[in-house]
């Protein structure tokens, strides 16, 4: 019986073994036509192994780069693409440029910082004006956010100021009005709380009366029972 361990290794495990077999078998076929015909065949046969690579932009160009890597890059086919090399594949990518300054003030973030910057040397005083209103509403809500708590105007327009070295000038008081609350006047009396309560009233009144009148007539119903069944005792 033969062993995993000790076979080779696996180069592309979601092509199974057998592929690989394929691959091994097509390096020692001398005749280069021959060879290229079970090449082609090889390719269809992953493509249909792997069907999810149909969706992939240029699907078949991938399959002919896992033929070349599969055989290590030595099996001698012409391939209707660019023939792959083992440097292109262990290349390694290039070193991602990460960030190195931080925000001045972390509580609100870098992303605050930058819409103010964009603020400050924004020309249109309506778009500057309507960034400094929105910047002034986030820096509210991130105040709620972490100290649960609400916070004035003021402070928050003080702040913007000592940030932008007065460059933002935070507009108090355009917060929108509570909507007024809905009344009910259901009983010719024209204060609201009145309304209310003779509502609540007449619904709790209709509530008692279908439930009084549920239990009337299943009572009636439950005594001619009783009645009956007392009748019939008494004639015996």
């Known amino acids: 019986m033969e062993y995993n361990t000790t076979r080779n290794y696996l180069i592309m495990k979601e ?8 691959v091994e078998f097509l390096g020692t076929i001398e005749d280069d036509e021959e060879r290229q015909r079970n090449a082609m065949a090889v390719i269809e046969l992953m493509g249909t192994l792997n069907p ?17 890597n599969i055989s290590g890059f030595t099996l001698k086919v012409e391939s209707p693409y660019p023939v792959p090399t083992q440097e292109a594949l262990r290349a390694k990518p290039d070193r991602l440029p990460y ?7 972390r509580h609100f973030g870098k992303n605050l910082e930058m819409v103010i910057d964009k603020a400050l040397h ?17 820096m509210k809500l991130a105040y709620s956010n972490w100290h649960k708590e609400s916070v004035h105007d003021d402070a928050i327009k003080a702040e913007l100021a000592a940030i932008t070295n007065g460059g ?17 006047n259901l009983g010719g009396n024209t204060s609201g709380g009145g309304g209310g309560d003779h509502f609540r009233t007449n619904k709790r009144k209709n509530f008692q009366q279908n439930k009084q009148f549920k239990s009337n007539s299943g009572g009636g119903k439950n005594n001619n029972k009783h009645n009956n069944k007392y009748n019939k005792n008494r004639n015996k």
Request: hydrophobic fraction near 25%; glycine fraction near 6%; charged fraction near 25%.
């Open 122 to 138: 924004e020309d249109n005083t309506e778009k500057k004006e309507g960034f400094t209103q929105c910047i002034g509403n986030y």
């Open 52 to 68: 999810h690579l149909r969706n992939v932009e240029d699907f078949r160009h991938k399959l002919w780069d896992h033929l070349f």
């Open 15 to 22: 092509y199974g073994r057998n592929i690989q077999k394929m």
């Open 99 to 105: 960030p190195k300054k931080y925000p001045r003030n």
């Open 168 to 184: 933002l000038e935070y507009q108090t008081g355009n917060a929108a009005a509570p909507a007024p609350t809905a009344t009910f």
